[in-house]
């Protein structure tokens, strides 16, 4: 079957652009391909067209707007997901235009599509005394309690993303001065954190006790036998929280936790130390200091909350000089 313009820019998106040119990790392109998926489940079932019969002309400015509706009503994804497979549909489009002259009316419709506005969420970390309380509670009777233990203290240490923690093989840590873990994070990017002698004793102690010790074996198995995944991750961190919090009612103020608490976490914690943004975000990964920014507001509010409730006790005068006019501007009355 021959392809038309669309499926050949598609093609090439798919199997040149973006894990070649943009070196993007199979996870990227695995979001990108089910943005792809939902749009083209929506076109077969409003429009019933089949994916091969696609032309950038059905990128119309009602077939864009009944799009969000469907992602909104029918698939009941959230503002964060419908932005995310409107951006994915951009992105091809920007793409595709650069070559094809006929793909500029389509990213013009997709770009001025008015997708639902996203509820900037609190975001979750613990304080020192909780991160302490936290990484205390694995059981370390059991193989797999003394794992989770091992997991979200280096976590935390690290503020490795879950997915650079799974990434991990037994080669990746180095047990050099200081030890240092190396990472795969966004975009195929590698970096090597330092970590602390603690975290590094742990994960010795850890990897004398694995069956099998060769470099290029997953640091972290799951109860299967598997390298461990992000929804174990997951799981670890969520139950984890739960017995911390049962067993100190009064702390863990938030109603959830995500592993990328314990990295939100890190964050703080070098802030508040009085490490700069810029060492931070080289830390972390960051693309830019602007990413990282948003810790130091964390920090900001903190303050806030603090003055608030712990007044200082001083003594300030109130008294003022009575006033000559009394015909005070309307904003100010």
């Keep these: 079957m021959k392809k038309n313009s669309f499926m050949k820019w598609m093609t090439s998106f798919f199997e ?11 996870y990227t392109i695995t979001a990108y391909k089910q943005s792809f998926l939902t749009f083209l489940e929506f076109m077969k079932e409003k429009n019933g067209k089949d994916c091969y019969k696609l032309t950038f002309n059905d990128f119309t400015m009602t077939n864009m707007d009944n799009y969000v509706l469907y992602m909104n009503n029918i698939k009941h994804y959230s503002a964060s997901t419908i932005n995310q497979r409107i951006a994915a549909l951009s992105s091809f489009l920007k793409y595709s235009a650069r070559r094809d002259i006929s793909a500029i009316g389509a990213l013009n419709n997709v770009m001025s599509i008015n997708t639902p506005k996203v509820t900037q969420t609190e975001m979750s970390y613990f304080t020192k005394e909780e991160i302490s309380i936290i990484l205390r509670t694995p059981s370390l009777d059991t193989a797999h309690g003394y794992r989770n233990r091992v997991i979200l203290a280096l976590m935390y240490d690290s503020g490795a993303r879950a997915q650079e923690i799974c990434n ?112 931070i975000r080289n830390f972390l990964g960051h693309e830019s200091v602007q990413t990282t920014e948003i810790y130091a507001k964390v920090t900001q509010a903190n303050m806030n909350r603090l003055l608030a409730e712990k007044k200082i006790d001083v003594s300030i005068p109130t008294e003022v000089k009575p006033e000559k006019n009394n015909n005070l501007p309307d904003f100010l009355k």
């Design 16 to 26: 040149v652009y973006l894990p070649e040119i943009r070196n993007c990790s199979p």
């Design 168 to 279: 991990l093989n037994i080669e990746d840590i180095k047990f050099t001065h200081p030890t240092k873990v190396r990472l795969f994070g966004k975009g195929s990017k590698t970096r090597e954190v330092p970590i602390s002698p603690e975290v590094a004793r742990l994960l010795k102690h850890y990897i004398c006790g694995l069956k099998n010790t060769s470099k290029i074996e997953p640091l972290f198995i799951s109860e299967r036998g598997n390298r461990i995944t992000t929804a174990g991750i997951k799981h670890i961190t969520a139950q984890t929280v739960k017995s911390a919090k049962e067993a100190n009612p009064e702390l863990f103020e938030y109603d959830s936790y995500t592993p990328h608490s314990f990295r939100h976490t890190k964050a703080i914690h070098m802030l508040e130390a009085g490490v700069p943004l810029i060492y």
